[in-house]
């Protein structure tokens, strides 16, 4: 009988973690491909793409903003992280999981995971709003191109000083640290009921977006709607917060840009 209930535990166990990555891979994939279509703009990401990196910048019109346009470039770079952070995040989304089905069986409360990872996405949401502020600021300024994309040499070095020099500090580590040891923010930071579910993926969206926010900096210097840094900087991401060297790696990256910087802002004076 016990061996029995212990086979049915198991199952029920591989079968929430089939259903939870099977809804990360296809939230994941709605988001890449939403991206590719031109997240709402008049282009696709790769004819953009192909924009920034040839000669067709000086033939674009600089956008009008107005609460529809900000509402387009919102949804644009939410769904961009969620494409980029979401991989990254999967470990502590499934690790919740199981947690979550062991407090069941125990005759706890049951929680959605959805919650979970929807309270970790709207942290997200918090910083895209803050993205296309800065955005809309940097275009009235005409910082940035119609292209989005770095049109000051002093705004992409310091773009890339800023993002290097962050990835050598304690707070970067600190948050760095959270984001690459699920079991330990279970362990520390578990609370139950749907409150505690919603806490628990604010708290963890936060340390991901305290760990990344200067990284999304730089689609600033390489262009918000450039494929080859947005696939680039969600590589990076996931490879610092699962890799085995993910220490090691930030903060050779980190020194790397600082040189970069250096390289464009003597290169302009």
């Keep these: ?29 709605i988001s890449w491909a939403y991206l590719l279509a031109g997240a709402g703009m008049d282009m696709t990401a790769l004819e953009s793409t192909r924009l920034i990196s040839g000669s067709g910048m000086a033939k674009m019109m600089p956008a009008v903003w107005d609460i529809g346009y900000a509402g387009v470039m919102f949804v644009m770079w939410w769904v961009m992280m969620i494409a980029m952070m979401l991989p990254s995040a999967a470990p502590m989304v499934l690790l919740f999981a199981a947690v979550n089905r062991k407090q069941k069986e125990k005759g706890n409360l049951y929680v959605a995971t959805a919650l979970f990872a929807s309270a970790y996405l709207i942290v997200w949401a918090g910083f895209s709003i803050v993205a296309v502020a800065f955005q809309w600021g940097l275009e009235a300024l005409a910082l940035l191109s119609p292209m989005m994309i770095s049109a000051s040499v002093f705004l992409g070095a310091g773009v890339l000083l800023a993002a290097g020099i962050y990835q050598l500090t304690p707070m970067k580590r600190a948050c760095l640290k959270n984001c690459r040891s699920p079991l330990q923010f279970i362990m520390t930071r578990w609370r139950g009921g749907e409150v505690g579910a919603f806490r628990m993926g604010v708290e963890h969206g936060a340390y991901c977006v305290g760990c990344c926010w200067f990284l999304m900096g730089l689609l600033f210097f390489g262009g918000v709607m450039n494929l080859y840094w947005i696939i680039g900087l969600a590589v990076f991401v996931l490879i610092e917060k699962t890799a085995p060297t993910g220490y090691w790696f930030s903060s050779a990256v980190g020194v790397v840009l600082i040189l970069c910087g250096m390289v464009v802002l003597f290169g302009a004076v």
Excluded at 1 to 28: Q, S, Y
């Design 1 to 29: 009988m016990g061996l029995t209930l212990d086979k049915a535990v198991e199952a029920a166990v591989k079968r929430d973690r089939v259903v939870v990555l099977g809804a990360l891979a296809l939230v994941i994939a």
